[in-house]
T-cell receptor, first 114, second 113 residues
Framework: DGGITQSPKYLFRKEGQNVTLSCEQN?????MYWYRQDPGQGLRLIYY???????QKGDIAEGYSVSREKKESFPLTVTSAQKNPTAFYLC?????????????FGPGTRLTVL | GENVEQHPSTLSVQEGDSAVIKCTYS??????FPWYKQELGKGPQLIID?????GEKKDQRIAVTLNKTAKHFSLHITETQPEDSAVYFC????????????FGAGTRLTVKP
């Protein structure tokens, strides 16, 4: 059963703590993305990766970090430097970062900072 | 960079009626326009997309139209059903430039039975 999985579905964090959100895909896609979604707003790009061991900042990368050590995995770390981290985080993937644009999304992780 | 505006932000229709959601974009180089449906607590799911070499695309009760001259595109849902209730997002991007996909703010569609 192919797709994108994100875990956990809900995550609570205390202020000042770093937290890592998981994203895994078994679609054999080269490109992966992280978006942030706030109520009443469209999706905003945090980071993207077009290939293993390479990633680029999106529009709102400050306070976030990523890694892409494996094709299937693109974890996002929300650091204590992110001033307003409470949001719904969406991971997506596409076949590649050059030839096609259809992005497929995971179910999302809702992060709440207490 | 690209800017996508979406209207209306909320839309309520009676079951069986049609629903239309409109988006405008700013970058004339954009040539790929997907529409996503997001149900509560879930990730967006692609429902239809259109590329700039066509003006209209249909898939059963869903259609998308594109006017490149005016830089706007629309989603049309006919014979709406309660299960169509969700938030719909439009997006625009330039093929060969995946990092530049821009999303509209979303339309919350409610279909009343």
């Amino acid at each position: 059963d192919g797709g994108i999985t994100q875990s956990p579905k809900y995550l609570f964090r205390k202020e000042g703590q770093n937290v890592t959100l998981s994203c895994e895909q078994n679609l054999n896609h080269d490109a992966m993305y992280w978006y942030r979604q706030d109520p009443g707003q469209g999706l905003r790009l945090i980071y993207y990766s077009q290939i293993v061991n390479d990633f680029q900042k999106g529009d709102i990368a400050e306070g976030y970090s990523v890694s892409r050590e494996k094709k299937e995995s693109f974890p996002l770390t929300v650091t204590s430097a992110q001033k307003n981290p409470t949001a719904f985080y969406l991971c997506a993937s596409s076949i590649d970062g050059r030839g096609t644009d259809t992005q497929y999304f995971g179910p999302g992780t809702r992060l709440t900072v207490l | 960079g690209e800017n996508v505006e979406q209207h209306p932000s909320t839309l309520s229709v009676q079951e069986g009626d049609s629903a239309v959601i409109k988006c405008t974009y700013s970058d004339s180089a954009s040539n790929y326009f997907p529409w996503y449906k997001q149900e509560l607590g879930k990730g967006p799911q692609l429902i239809i997309d259109i590329r700039s070499n066509v003006g209209e695309k249909k898939d059963q009760r869903i259609a998308v139209t594109l006017n490149k001259t005016a830089k706007h595109f629309s989603l049309h849902i006919t014979e709406t059903q309660p299960e169509d209730s969700a938030v719909y997002f439009c997006a625009a991007s330039i093929i060969w430039s995946n990092n530049d996909m821009r999303f509209g703010a979303g339309t919350r569609l409610t279909v009343k039975p």
